[in-house]
């Protein structure tokens, strides 16, 4: 490691700050020893801040159905072999009730853009959670919604809401989505997000279709302008239905290298360890923390719903009941010498 490269370091993590020339040094060095001191800078920063504590989020994928037509999703309206389902309350319900009798503080209702579930329908459940669960947190993932719809979400009781901007780059954005869909409309919805009052999440995915050093740091420099208190960020997976079926899938390395540049710039986000690195790499969630990741999402979804919900190929942790996810992860997370904590996991200011 040169002088050169250590200074960087030092500058970004006293700075929290990034310019593009320090991006392209970091992503592309060979340097192991770079790299290496990188992970190890912001593993400590989210210690300083988190202490060794993971938090768990329940994730609940409750539908599958979606009205876009995003290239790289398998579950894209136009993709005929989906396999659709939809959860009722009462499945919904008993997922929370399997999650909190686990440990679970906090719950995230992921699903495509279903116009079935109206805000009326989101708003009840919403509503039901927390009147069972009142010291639980509400995560929803569920898109592109107006400002009043987002308004009823949190006067019914949600609290956090997560939605990847995926590229902040107009003309790789185009390269992913449909026509009919905007870039700036979804960062729009995000400000909206942080306005109403939510603990809001953004993110990308590292090795989509088009992605380069300059879309990278717009990326890092749209996340510095939001400030959200989540971001998410996973490598790009291909799915065997989708316009992207045969591109290249996003490395781990690069994941991690961007995991722990996004501590380093942010450095009180919550910063999930992504099932698809899971998926990319056995070891791949371990990894992700000790790159600077302190939250994981294992999967409380009904067991025979679990293969239905494939954003990418190859997903893992399909067959697991819920015990069994919670049982792992918490082993998974001791092995390194963290504990995964009974919490809602609130960003620290």
């Keep these: 490691m040169t002088l050169s490269e250590l200074e960087i370091l030092n500058h970004i993590q006293k700075t929290q700050n990034i310019t593009k020339e320090e991006l392209k040094v970091l992503l592309y060095t060979n340097d192991s020893i ?26 609940i994928e409750f539908t599958n159905y979606c009205k876009n037509n995003c290239y790289y999703c398998g579950i894209r309206c136009a993709n005929t072999k989906a396999d659709r389902y939809r959860l009722s309350l009462e499945q919904i319900l008993s997922c929370c009730e399997t999650g909190w009798n686990l440990g679970f503080r906090t719950f995230v209702l992921q699903g495509g853009e279903d116009p079935y579930f109206t805000d009326e329908k989101v708003c009840q459940i919403v509503r039901e959670i927390k009147e069972r669960y009142p010291d639980c947190a509400v995560t929803l993932s569920i898109g592109e919604k107006s400002e009043e719809s987002y308004q009823a979400y949190f006067d019914a009781g949600a609290d956090r809401y997560l939605l990847r901007h995926e590229t902040a780059d107009e003309a790789h954005y185009r390269k992913l989505h449909p026509e009919q869909m905007s870039l700036s409309h979804r960062k729009n919805c995000l400000k909206i997000l942080k306005k109403i009052g939510y603990q809001t999440g953004c993110g990308f995915m590292v090795g989509s279709p088009g992605q380069t050093i300059d879309t990278l740091y717009e990326d890092l420099m749209f996340i510095k302008e939001l400030n959200p208190e989540m971001v998410g960020i996973g490598p790009f997976i291909p799915h065997q239905d989708t316009p992207f079926a045969n591109e290249p899938a996003g490395t781990l390395d690069m994941t991690l290298r961007l995991l722990a540049i996004i501590r380093l ?24 923390v000790q790159a600077g990741g302190n939250v994981v999402m294992p999967n409380l979804s009904p067991v025979n719903v679990r293969d239905k919900y494939k954003l990418y190929d190859n997903k893992i942790c399909t067959g697991d009941e819920a015990a069994e996810c919670k049982n792992c992860m918490s082993a998974r997370m001791k092995s390194i010498g963290y504990e995964v904590v009974t919490d809602r996991g609130d960003y620290k200011a």
């Design 34 to 59: 770079v790299t290496e001191e990188l992970q190890k800078k912001a593993q400590q920063t989210a210690q300083q801040i988190y202490g060794n504590k993971i938090y768990i989020r329940g994730l």
């Design 265 to 288: 710039i942010h450095p009180h986000v919550l910063l999930p360890a992504t099932t698809a690195l899971g998926t990319i790499d056995p070891k791949g969630r371990e990894k992700g």
